[in-house]
């Protein structure tokens, strides 16, 4: 029976987003929380960019010692097989990769101005994918931009050429966030169908239809005979009004009407960690997760009025529709309210160590702990802000890879 899978593409959707950024420290923590959610694939960067290189490469490291696994690393590229050839010399390690091109007519006559037809967007294409999988990829998935604008015997022209290519998924994306969830099912069905080849599901915001689409376009898809791919971001971070919120993309498969009990929901996740992972990228992406934020803002499982605190309190199936502890609340925190001590870019090594005694984490001897101090401040130049426990844990444990990933060289 064909199943869903989660790509994640906080790492380069997200980040590639007005006024959102995270440090490649950063970066690689998120591959680590979308790791342990058992996260089919994480969309992990840009790999013909010079600044990823050492983040991308000490990355694909961590997965080959078997710490990132078994997510799958991916890579983002424009569909050019110059785009490819670049990633290829700066990571010849890479696996995985996207390769995005636009589709629709009015994208081809506004953004190619009129120099590129359908034909030749196939042909850009069908070489990029050819050229990755000589140069060693494994496993490749092409996108259509503005999908939602460009004609279903467009997209399934494009979609034939890529499964001929070689191409194991097409990316559906609704750039704009113009679709609805019912045109999107019909549409997804028709292409999965016609097709026979599995599709991703790409959805904006910017109707707040996102998470409803990326379910309604991955059911269609599912109809259609074909594995369906939601790409989300955690707390929805992306272009303009955002992606399609991870937690709330896996509620709606585990607990929506319609989909409840239907086997949607992927099989090798668990949510346990989501509450961590949130309040990690918030803190790194330095946006507070709103208050009515599915399942892990503030007020997710509050209550006061009347009626609706009674009947909580007499059965949380009253007012609540999932618990809590499967998304890893429940446990009081510890805030301290005296002394504080942080580690950071100008610390010593007693303060250091009184932080890691704090995390239970011991040092072979002093060389040991004065290296990873070194290091811990090297990653808060990265951070620019106290560096949290799964930062600090991360530096401790594999050093030399925190070492490259801390490394950025301009090229010459
Ligand atoms: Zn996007």
């Known amino acids: 029976m064909p199943r869903v899978y989660i790509i994640d593409v906080t790492n380069r959707d997200g980040v590639q987003t007005s006024r959102i950024g995270l440090s490649k420290l950063g970066k690689t923590i998120i591959n680590m929380y979308l790791n342990d959610m058992g996260i089919f694939q994480s969309e992990f960067g840009f790999p013909f960019t010079h600044h990823e290189t050492n983040y991308l490469n000490a990355n694909l490291e961590l997965a080959e010692m078997g710490v990132l696994a078994p997510l799958r690393l991916e890579g983002w590229c424009r569909a050019l097989k110059k785009d490819v050839d670049l990633a290829f010399k700066l990571c010849p390690k890479i696996k995985h990769l996207n390769l995005s091109i636009s589709t629709s007519p009015l994208m081809l006559e506004l953004k190619f101005k009129g120099k590129m037809t359908i034909d030749s967007v196939i042909d850009s294409m069908v070489s990029a994918v050819k050229a990755a999988y000589r140069l060693g990829a494994e496993s490749v998935g092409v996108n259509a931009e503005d999908a939602s604008r460009t004609g279903i015997e467009d997209l399934i022209k494009f979609a034939k050429a890529a499964k001929k290519a070689g191409a194991k998924r097409v990316r559906y994306c609704d750039t704009l966030g113009t679709d609805g969830p019912l045109i999107l099912y019909k549409r997804m069905k028709e292409l999965a169908t016609k097709t026979k080849i599995a599709w991703e599901m790409h959805c904006h915001n910017d109707l707040g239809m996102a998470v409803a689409c990326s379910v309604a376009g991955a059911k269609g898809v599912i109809d259609g005979g074909q594995d369906a791919y939601i790409n989300t971001t955690i707390n929805g971070m992306g272009e303009r009004a955002g992606n399609a919120d991870l937690l709330s993309v896996l509620l709606a498969l585990k607990y929506a009407s319609g989909f409840k009990g239907k086997k949607l929901f992927p099989k090798d996740i668990n949510l346990d960690k989501i509450w961590a ?31 609706h605190a009674d009947g909580a309190l007499k059965n949380r199936r009253n007012y609540e529709l999932y618990d809590y502890e499967e998304l890893g609340r429940g446990e009081q925190e510890l805030v301290e309210t005296g002394r504080m001590i942080t580690v950071g870019e100008y610390s010593g090594i007693k303060g250091f160590r009184n932080v890691y005694g704090t995390l239970e984490v011991e040092f072979k001897n002093d060389k040991e702990a004065a290296k990873i101090l070194e290091l811990v401040r090297y990653a808060n130049v990265n951070t620019q802000k106290p560096l949290t426990k799964e930062e600090l844990f991360f530096v401790a444990r594999y050093p030399k890879q925190a070492c490259k990933i801390l490394t950025v060289t301009p090229p010459k």
């Open 277 to 307: 992972f949130a309040k990690y990228a918030s803190y790194a992406f330095d946006i507070p997760i709103p208050v009515n934020q599915v399942g892990v803002g503030a007020n997710a499982f509050a209550h006061e009025s009347g009626i």
